[in-house]
């Protein structure tokens, strides 16, 4: 089956860190461009940042919001993705989603997304 | 950063209705558009890619239209399994932006 699982949100202090997963099963990661997209309680989405492709060497775009603070990687041989957060804040509270892209005639668009796992910042 | 307005923010409609959800660029975005649908509590489910193009598997009764700076979803007759969020997001430059959502429900 395709899909995408993430895993490792919980309660965290601001200021701390933690590192999510997504594990990606039915298709191979590397061919596709994975992101990372989070909903903070009853509020829209919000795109947090992007791994392209193998054939794009993995280069990493992210939100003004996050930069320095978030990494997003990537582990071939467990076809995982990756999004360690650092320094957190109370406002990062949110259901965060992993998002496939797949590529079609010059556009990279989501077609497959996780369940999310839900990230909650408070002392 | 390209800017996305939805509008409505939210709208009343029967099963069996038209529904039209309208969503507008900052700037011209090509045809770079995507648009989701999110149910209470559930992750997005993609919908439409390309302005026009349909998912893999989305029924027909969803359609999309536009280019440049307007862009318009519309569903075809609403069923009780169409009441849910939606939202548009642009691809054409970083930082991708969605946006606010339209809350369908039922009236």
Known sequence: ?????????????????????????GFTCSDHYMDWVRQAPGKGLEWVGRTRNKANSYTTEYAASVKGRFII?????KNSLYLEMNRLKTEETAVYYCARASYSNGHWYFDLWGRGTLVIVSS | DIQMTQSPSSLSASV?????????????????????QQKPGKAPKSLIYAASSLQSGVPSKFSGSG?????????????PEDFATYYCQQYKSYPLTFGGGTKVEIK
């Open chain 1, 1 to 25: 089956e395709v899909q995408l699982v993430e895993s490792g949100g919980g309660l965290v202090q601001p200021g701390g860190s933690l590192r999510l997963s997504c594990a990606a099963s």
């Open chain 1, 73 to 77: 990687s990537r582990d071939d041989s």
């Open chain 2, 16 to 36: 069996g209705d038209r529904v039209t959800i309208t969503c507008r660029a900052s700037q011209a975005i090509n045809n770079y558009l995507a648009w989701f």
């Open chain 2, 67 to 79: 280019s440049g700076t307007d862009f318009t979803l519309t569903i075809s007759s609403l069923q």
